[in-house]
């Protein structure tokens, strides 16, 4: 059964940084598309970052730079490192993996999901 499970979320102030992680069971993160994705109130899901099977990564315009996505083999795990953290940043962050399709396309792609981890930034 597949499960993933977010943790490293909470509030920190503008310019601080806060490492996110998602424990994955069920399956190998070795041979997977996985990514992480947020929404804010109000606002559309949006993606973040994803990294594919070759461990390729892509990120959204707004985070380049600033966060890294990885995959951490020892702990089966995805990790999110986010730096120089801005308000706008504000959302609840969600750990996916596409196990279907391995195309590491849109959202709708990825049919595995957590239940998300809050990250709040304060000006």
């Known amino acids: 059964q597949v499960q993933l499970v977010e943790s490293g979320g909470g509030s920190v102030q503008a310019g601080g940084s806060l490492r996110l992680s998602c424990a994955a069971s069920?399956?190998?993160?070795?041979?997977?598309?996985m990514g992480w994705f947020r929404q804010a109130p109000g606002k559309e899901r949006e993606g973040v970052a994803r990294?594919?099977?070759?461990?390729?990564?892509s990120y959204a315009d707004s985070v380049k730079g600033r966060f890294t996505i990885a995959k951490d083999f020892a702990k089966n795990a995805l990790v999110l490192e986010m730096n120089s953290l801005k308000p706008e940043d504000t959302a609840m962050y969600y750990c996916?993996?596409?196990?279907?399709?391995?195309?590491?396309?849109?959202?709708?792609?990825?049919?595995?999901w957590g239940q998300g981890t809050q990250v709040t930034v304060s000006s």
């Open positions: 996916a993996a596409d196990l279907d399709t391995k195309r590491c396309g849109p959202a709708s792609d990825f049919n595995y």
């Open positions: 990294i594919n099977l070759y461990g390729g990564r």
């Open positions: 069920g399956y190998s993160v070795s041979g997977s598309c």
